[in-house]
């Protein structure tokens, strides 16, 4: 019987379906058309409202190919982990629901339901995934992959409900992460992208490790590829990490860190760690460490409790740092959180709007950015060839991480075919919000 996917979520997400397929692929082959497939693995996100009500649509559309193709339905992950037994009667087609505490026993308990036709739900206290460096299938495009450090969360924000999901933080074995990674950048992989709920916690569940030596490990890796970081917590970007971001072979002068917010009230009513130096200090002490750096935030709007003038200091606040790309998102009251319980709650129209505002606003900045690189000299990863125009073709140089920031254009010359996924070099020639051209030497 023929094993399918469709991942749904984050980047994390996507690491732990990968490893899954890789746990079922010595019993299933695997098909990478979900329509195909006879065993239907769905993982799902439920983060926020909208990621929940994805996950609900996608399943409800693949539960059709229950009465053809498809002889066993999964779903798994934090949609699994936070209603999979109120929502089993709801969609019914759905043969297993299995959270993220059992991934593990994935290749048993599908075997159970096809040999004994039954049905159930399992979602034990949330635990690690057998992630066997061996077994991974990797379903992006071979140049980029993702490697997922540590599973779970200690800092327990208000607003959310991934600590409920994915339990305490754990942090990977580092040599396995090692040879991890060397055998994907072995296998042709250009771009190896560090996820985790909080990157820059990893090692402080084992017993003298640390990122930082985690990073210097991976960048002594032989090859000509990248190292990315994400999602990093503010309080923890320390000098010693920053030098050693500036001063590596691989790792890219990058940085994501999600700040959320800049009015110290509204950070405190979210149970952020606020550090001694303010949020416009810490891009401050960034760029004079890593002058070229990129640093993309995200930004939660409508928080309970936030007033007009707490959010115009996050418009003051983008107008003084100028990050280089910015996500902006209306909170969203999410049940079974802490923050679900404050008042006052903020109307869900002023969410949005704020939202929206903050995107207006970073899209002037990023365009102003992206143009003031004209004339510089950037080495860009190819990704594909444009649709649009002849000898042109689409990439990302160190500055943008993939699927969420903006894109290179890459314009060749006319005798030159591009290959996807090697690196080039070429000229800045312009830029808009949301791409940077360049032209490659004749």
């Given amino acids: 019987m023929k094993a399918g996917w469709i991942s749904l979520g984050c980047p994390k997400n996507l690491a732990d379906t990968e490893y899954i397929m890789g746990l079922l692929s010595d019993q299933y082959p695997l098909t990478t058309d979900p329509r195909e497939a006879e065993i239907l693995i769905i993982n799902t996100c439920s983060f926020i409202q909208p990621a929940t009500q994805e996950s609900l649509d996608t399943i409800m559309e693949f539960a059709q190919y229950k009465k053809g193709q498809c002889k066993l339905l999964v779903v798994v992950g934090c949609l699994a982990q936070?209603?999979?037994v109120k929502v089993q009667r709801l969609i019914p087609e759905v043969d297993l629901w299995v959270g993220t505490g059992e991934y593990s026993r994935l290749p048993f308990l599908i075997a159970e339901a096809l040999e004994k036709e039954t049905k159930g739900v399992y979602t034990a206290h949330p635990g690690w995934v057998g992630m066997n460096p061996e077994q991974r299938v990797l379903s992006t495009s071979g140049y980029t992959a993702y490697l997922k450090i540590a599973e779970g969360c200690n800092n327990h924000c208000l607003f959310c409900i991934i600590p409920q999901l994915r339990g305490k933080y754990r942090s990977r074995d580092f040599?396995?992460?090692?040879?991890?990674?060397?055998?994907l950048v072995a296998g042709g992989v250009k771009e190896v992208v560090l996820v985790a709920q909080d990157t820059t916690a990893y090692g402080q569940d084992l017993d003298g490790r640390t990122f930082c030596q985690l990073l210097s490990a991976l960048d002594e890796i032989e090859g000509d590829f990248w190292l990315r970081i994400l999602y990093t917590y503010p309080s923890r970007l320390d000098d010693e990490l920053l030098t050693l971001i500036r001063d590596s072979k691989h790792v890219c002068k990058y940085l994501d860190i999600p700040l959320q917010h800049v009015a110290p009230a509204v950070l405190r009513a979210m149970g952020r760690k606020i550090g001694s130096e303010s949020y416009l200090e810490l891009i401050e002490r960034v760029r004079k460490l890593i002058p070229d750096i990129s640093?993309?935030?995200?930004?939660?709007?409508?928080?309970?409790?936030?007033?007009?003038?707490?959010?115009?200091?996050?418009?003051?606040?983008?107008?003084?740092?100028?990050?280089?790309?910015?996500?902006?998102?209306?909170?969203y009251r999410e049940m079974g959180t802490a923050a679900a319980k404050l008042k006052p709650q903020v109307h869900p129209s002023t969410r949005r709007r704020?939202?929206?505002?903050?995107?207006k606003e970073q899209q002037r900045i990023s365009a102003a950015k992206n143009r003031a690189l004209t004339g510089k000299r950037l080495k860009v990863l190819v990704?594909?060839?444009?649709?649009?125009?002849?000898?042109?073709?689409?990439?990302?140089?160190?500055?943008?991480?993939?699927?969420?920031?903006?894109?290179?254009?890459?314009?060749?010359?006319?005798?030159?075919?591009?290959?996807?996924?090697?690196?080039?070099?070429?000229?800045?020639?312009?830029?808009?919000?949301?791409?940077?051209?360049?032209?490659?030497?004749?």
Avoid: C, M
């Fill in 82 to 84: 936070r209603y999979g």
């Fill in 354 to 359: 704020r939202a929206r505002e903050v995107l």
């Fill in 295 to 331: 640093i993309r935030s995200t930004f939660l709007l409508g928080y309970p409790g936030e007033t007009e003038a707490d959010f115009q200091q996050v418009l003051a606040f983008l107008d003084q740092a100028r990050l280089d790309w910015v996500g902006a998102f209306p909170y």
């Fill in 383 to 442: 990704e594909k060839e444009s649709r649009r125009e002849p000898n042109v073709w689409i990439g990302r140089s160190y500055r943008e991480a993939p699927e969420i920031d903006g894109l290179v254009e890459i314009e060749a010359p006319p005798d030159r075919l591009l290959e996807v996924g090697e690196f080039v070099e070429g000229t800045v020639t312009g830029g808009e919000a949301y791409e940077v051209r360049i032209r490659l030497d004749t």
């Fill in 175 to 183: 040599s396995q992460l090692k040879t991890e990674t060397e055998k």
